[in-house]
């Protein structure tokens, strides 16, 4: 069955430093890879997006790769800041419409 | 400004009693899909449809329906609630796939409690 899974429930940083947060999957052929931020009691907000022919993505202090040979996708938090603090979802999307989430990353970055 | 509108944001509902959950969207999206999230499970999907008249089961769908008769509104029906529907549910829409495809839009959230 499909199956995608963050590593790490949690993971806490220093302020400044980047974050680092994977997403792998199995049994899946997705379209699109998505990163999400979901803060407590909040639908996910989306960060960003990465096709099945594109090897990485960057917006801002963002940056995702994707390797469709490893299954694997990569996000990462440049110079971190408290307020990135959040729980990070990674989602696939199939071209017929599909879409599964992983369980998510909590990010705690502290001062 | 561009949104995903659900209702109500908070029902307390007894075991059998139909309810509606309505989702509608303001950007003319064609995909909209509901998800339920719980504690160790993530976010699942119910349903989805990629148009209006088109809808497709996804990973949890028992217990739920749905309907899509226009565009910018997708109902999630519980028919006869049980106490394992108790959740947070979530709908959210799309522009559809490819060039196009940008960013799924979610809406605030439905906590539901079935007793």
């Known amino acids: 069955s499909q199956k995608i899974e963050q590593n790490s429930e949690a993971l806490n940083i220093q302020e400044g430093k980047t974050a680092t947060l994977t997403c792998n999957y199995t049994n899946y052929s997705p379209a699109y890879l998505q990163w999400y931020r979901q803060d407590p009691g909040r639908g996910p907000v989306f960060l960003l997006l990465?096709?099945?022919?594109?090897k990485e993505k960057r917006k801002e202090r963002l940056k995702v790769t994707f390797d469709t040979t490893l299954k694997q996708s990569l996000f990462h938090i440049t110079a971190s800041q408290p307020a990135d603090s959040a729980t990070y979802l990674c989602a696939l999307r199939t071209n017929a419409g599909k879409s599964t989430f992983g369980d998510g990353t909590t990010l705690t970055v502290k001062p | 400004e561009a949104q995903v509108t659900q209702n109500p944001r908070y029902l307390i509902t007894v075991t059998g009693k139909k309810l509606t959950v309505t989702c509608s969207q303001n950007m003319n999206h064609e995909y909209m899909s509901w998800y339920r999230q719980d504690p160790g499970l993530g976010l699942r999907q119910i349903y989805y449809?990629?148009?209006?008249?088109?809808?497709d089961k996804g990973d949890v769908p028992e217990g739920y329906k749905v309907s899509r008769k226009e565009k910018r509104n997708f109902p999630l029906i519980l028919e006869s609630p049980s106490p394992n529907q108790t959740s947070l549910y979530f709908c959210?829409?799309?522009?559809?796939?490819?060039?196009?495809?940008?960013?799924?839009?979610f809406g605030q959230g439905t906590r539901l409690t079935v007793v």
């Open positions: 959210a829409s799309s522009q559809d796939r490819g060039p196009g495809y940008t960013e799924a839009f």
């Open positions: 449809s990629m148009n209006v008249e088109v809808t």
């Open positions: 990465i096709r099945e022919n594109e």
